[in-house]
C-alpha cells in the first residue's frame, strides 16, 4: 500500500483492467460517440481494450475528445508561451480557473502539442464522487484533493497532497497543475489564495518554505474564455450572496457544471504560459520578510502574471464599459459583437435584479480592471 493510494491517478500497470471495468458504461459510449462520430462502437472498444497506459488512453481517447468540444462549442483556441519552456521538465502550473474539467484538459492538449510532459492535475473530490468518474478521472491523472474536512482532517489532506506533488515534481519529473485558490473563480476576480502555496510547503514542514519553491520551476498560467460557458449556472449563488443567505449547491450541481463547461457556448479560447518564476523567487527569498509575507509576496507575483498574461476579449471590455457607464473601451469591439453579448445577458439574467446584471457583468469586466493594476494603469478604485 502506497500512502498515496487513496489519492493518485491509476498506474500505467492499473490501466487496463480499469478500461475493461468501464468499457461498458453508457457515459462512456456517449463519450466515444462524440469524440468518434463516424467510428463503430466495436472500433474503438477494441482500441481501448489494448490500452496500457495512462499517457495513450489521453493521447488516443481524451485528446481526440477535447479537439472535437472546441469544434463543436468554440471559436477557436490560441496560445502563447508554451514555446519558452523546455521538453523533458517537469513544471508546476499554477492557473486561474475557470471550468472544472476543459481547464486542465486544454492544458493538457496543448503541452501535447508542444512536445512538453504532461501534467498530473488536482480535481475536488466532490466532482468525482460517481464511480465511472471517479476511473476516468485517475485515467486521465487527476490526483484527488479531498473536500469538506476540518481541522486535524484538513491539515493531513493537505500534507498528503503536498507530499504527492511534491514526489511528482522532483521524483516523477512529472509537471502538476493546481488552480490558484480553492474552486473556480466566480466572479472573474482571479486572485491566488496564500493558503495554496502554505500547501504546496507541507511536506518540507519545518523548512524554510522558499527552498522548495527554488527548487522548482513554478508558471502561472492564463486561461480566457471569450465566453464563460457556465456563466448563468453562477445565477443561485449570486442570487443567495444578494440575500446574504449562505449558499448550498444543489444534489447534481456539479455534474451540471461539469457538462455545460464541456458543451455550452465559449467562442474563442486562449492559454498563456507566462514564463517560469524562478528569478522572482530567488528576490522573495531574499527579502527581509516573515515567511507568512514572503508567501503573500509570491501570491500577488502570481496573480500580477495571470492577469497580464490574460487575453481580454470583446466580452471584457463591453461589460467593462456596459458596467461604469461609459465608452472607454468601445475602440475595442463592434457594435455587433455588442449587441450580441447584450442579448446573450439579456436571455439569462433577470432583469429586474440590478444586482444579478451588476454581477454578470463584473464577473467579465473584473479581468479588464485586474489588467490594468498589474501594467500600473489607472483603474477604478474598487471591483463591484
Not at 456517449?30 to 463516424?38: E, K, L, R, V, Y
Not at 514526489?167 to 493558503?195: M, P
Not at 456596459?322 to 468601445?330: A, D, K, Q
Request: glycine content about 4%; cysteine-free; overall charge neutral.
Amino acid at each position: 500500500m502506497s500512502q498515496f493510494d487513496s489519492i493518485r491517478p491509476l498506474y500505467d500497470a492499473e490501466a487496463n483492467a480499469a478500461i475493461r471495468k468501464i468499457i461498458d458504461d453508457s457515459m462512456l459510449e456517449a463519450m466515444m460517440s462524440f469524440t468518434f462520430p463516424t467510428d463503430t462502437k466495436e472500433h474503438w472498444k477494441d482500441l481501448m481494450v489494448h490500452t496500457h497506459s495512462l499517457r495513450d488512453f489521453q493521447v488516443n481517447f481524451i485528446y481526440p475528445g477535447i479537439q472535437k468540444v472546441l469544434e463543436k462549442s468554440s471559436d477557436g483556441l490560441s496560445t502563447g508561451g508554451f514555446d519558452q519552456l523546455e521538453s523533458n521538465t517537469a513544471y508546476l502550473f499554477i492557473s486561474n480557473h475557470r471550468d472544472i474539467i476543459l481547464d486542465t484538459s486544454l492544458l493538457n492538449a496543448v503541452l501535447y502539442e508542444n512536445g512538453l510532459i504532461l501534467t498530473t492535475s488536482a480535481i475536488g473530490d466532490n466532482l468525482i464522487q460517481k464511480q465511472f468518474l471517479h476511473t476516468l478521472s485517475r485515467l486521465n491523472r487527476n490526483f484527488a484533493i479531498k473536500r469538506g474536512l476540518q481541522g486535524r482532517a484538513l491539515l493531513e489532506s493537505s500534507k498528503l497532497a503536498s507530499a504527492y506533488i511534491k514526489k511528482s515534481l522532483l521524483s516523477e519529473n512529472r509537471s502538476v497543475w493546481t488552480a490558484q485558490r480553492e474552486g473556480r473563480t466566480k466572479d472573474g476576480n482571479d486572485s491566488t489564495h496564500r493558503g495554496v502555496l502554505k500547501m504546496l510547503t507541507l511536506s518540507d514542514e519545518g523548512k524554510n518554505p522558499f527552498e522548495y519553491f527554488e527548487k522548482i520551476k513554478v508558471v502561472p498560467i492564463s486561461i480566457s474564455y471569450e465566453y464563460d460557458p457556465t456563466d448563468v449556472l453562477k445565477m443561485p449563488e449570486w442570487i443567495a450572496k444578494s440575500k446574504d443567505e449562505k449558499y448550498i449547491k444543489g444534489e447534481h450541481e456539479d455534474f451540471l457544471n461539469l457538462l455545460r463547461g464541456i458543451m455550452g457556448t465559449k467562442k474563442r479560447i486562449h492559454l498563456q504560459a507566462n514564463g517560469v518564476l524562478n528569478k522572482e523567487i530567488r528576490e522573495i527569498s531574499a527579502m527581509d520578510l516573515n515567511q507568512p509575507d514572503k508567501l503573500t509576496k509570491l501570491a500577488e507575483t502570481i496573480d500580477h502574471k495571470i492577469w497580464t498574461g490574460y487575453k481580454l476579449w470583446p466580452s471584457n471590455y463591453i461589460a467593462h464599459d456596459l458596467l461604469y457607464g461609459n465608452e472607454e473601451y468601445v475602440n475595442f469591439y463592434t457594435d455587433a459583437e455588442k449587441t450580441a453579448f447584450e442579448k446573450r445577458m439579456l436571455e439569462k439574467v433577470n432583469t429586474k435584479n440590478e444586482f444579478l446584471i451588476k454581477s454578470f457583468l463584473s464577473m467579465y469586466a473584473n479581468p479588464v480592471n485586474n489588467q490594468k493594476v498589474a501594467l500600473n494603469i489607472n483603474s477604478p478604485s474598487s471591483q463591484f
